[in-house]
Every structure is written in C-alpha cells, then in structure tokens.
C-alpha cells in the first residue's frame, strides 16, 4: 500500500513489479519473513554470472573456485575501457587479474576493470581474502549491488602468457567471455574478460 501511494499507481500494478523483481533474483521472498532487496550473499544468487559448470557432478559439489590475485592495481583507463564503464579517456581505474582454480586446476584467467572512484582503496589483498563471492564484497565494502550483466563470447586461442598461466598449451582453444556488469539505473560499473578451460567444464545457460 505504501508503494503504491508513494508511485501513485494500483496496488495490482505493485505486486506485477514485486513479482517480475522476484523472478529476476533482485528481490527475495522468504515465507513467513517478507520480501527482501536480494545481494550477492544470498544463496540463490552468489553465482548468478558465473556460467561455467563441471562436466561432471554439479557445482555445489565441485565447491566454490580457490581464487589466485594475480595484481590489483590503480590505473588510467584507455579509450576502450573508459568508454565501456562510461568514464573519460585517463580517469581513475582499478585493474585486476586473477586466476580462478577448481580441485586446484587454474580454469578461469580474468581481467578486471573497476571505476576508481567507486571502488577506492580496493587492493589485492583484500580480494584475496574475503572468503564470499566477489560481488557480495562489493555490496558490503563499497555499497555496489551488481544487478544485471552483458556478455560476448567468442573461441579464441591464447597467447603464451596467457597459456602459462592457465596451463595449457599455445593454440588450445578457449572460450572468451566479457562481461559488462551493471547496477542500478543502468550505470556500468565493471568490464570482466575471462578465458575458460573448457576441458573439464562447460558454459551452461537457461533460456527462457
């Protein structure tokens, strides 16, 4: 009742947003407890980006990714990131690279570009050892809730370093995402590209 007069609209045309929020894991419903703004934190959505699957088993068994921070560091953005996050040409930029590892297999080579205001302060230690998913400590630490995300996924063939970090051969192919994460109002706050390891995983998406 309250939205509803706040907005000035019907209160059927609240619960329609309620229920199209819910379906979209931004809002959570708990019986007997109410209707909550969802965060990364929450079961239901720690890995709602992360698409790589095992080939085997599923991956609450496989368990979370041992992650390896490579650098974190505070940059100028180049053309091309600066117009990703919506910044100009040399503003302040957090640039991170790490390697995600299942059964202590490296899987997963990202890079990471953040706005350097938003995200001041952020160091590789800190994203070493926060135990959760990254972007609940974004939400905890910097007040950033991640609400959708945009991704382009291509084959490609690694260079050598990129191969020797991920312990694969020059040549092997790999499956290249990047990602565009956004919060609220459709502000960009995060470009992620990543190379996978598709020998023992598998990119799984639900249409619908």
């Known amino acids: 009742m309250d939205l509803a007069a706040r ?15 819910a379906a979209d894991n931004l809002l959570m419903r708990r019986q007997g407890k109410g209707t909550f703004v969802a965060t ?9 980006f992360l698409k790589l699957m095992p080939d085997v088993g599923d991956a609450r068994e496989e368990g979370p990714a041992q992650r ?15 117009r990703a996050l919506q910044l100009r040409t040399g503003d302040p930029v957090i640039q991170a690279r790490r390697i995600l590892s299942f059964a202590g297999v490296p899987t ?3 890079d990471i570009w953040l706005p350097g205001q938003a995200f001041k ?27 959708r995300a945009e991704e382009k996924i291509r084959a490609i063939a690694p260079d050598e370093e990129q191969a020797n970090l991920l312990l694969v051969p020059v040549g092997t192919p790999l499956l290249s995402v990047e990602r565009l994460a956004y919060t609220y109002n459709d502000v960009p706050m995060e470009l992620r590209r990543a190379l996978y390891r598709t020998d023992t995983h598998h990119y799984h998406n639900s249409l619908s």
């Open 121 to 147: 302060g952020l160091t590789a230690e800190q994203m070493a050892e926060y135990q959760g998913p990254t972007y609940a400590m974004f939400e905890l630490d910097y007040g950033v809730r991640m609400v």
């Open 68 to 82: 390896t921070i490579l650098e974190c560091k505070r940059s100028r953005a180049p053309v091309e990131i600066a």
């Open 40 to 48: 990364h934190a929450e079961r239901q959505v720690q890995y709602r």
């Open 108 to 110: 997963i080579l990202e």
């Open 7 to 21: 907005f000035r609209v019907s209160q059927g045309t609240v619960r329609k947003a309620i229920d199209e929020l």
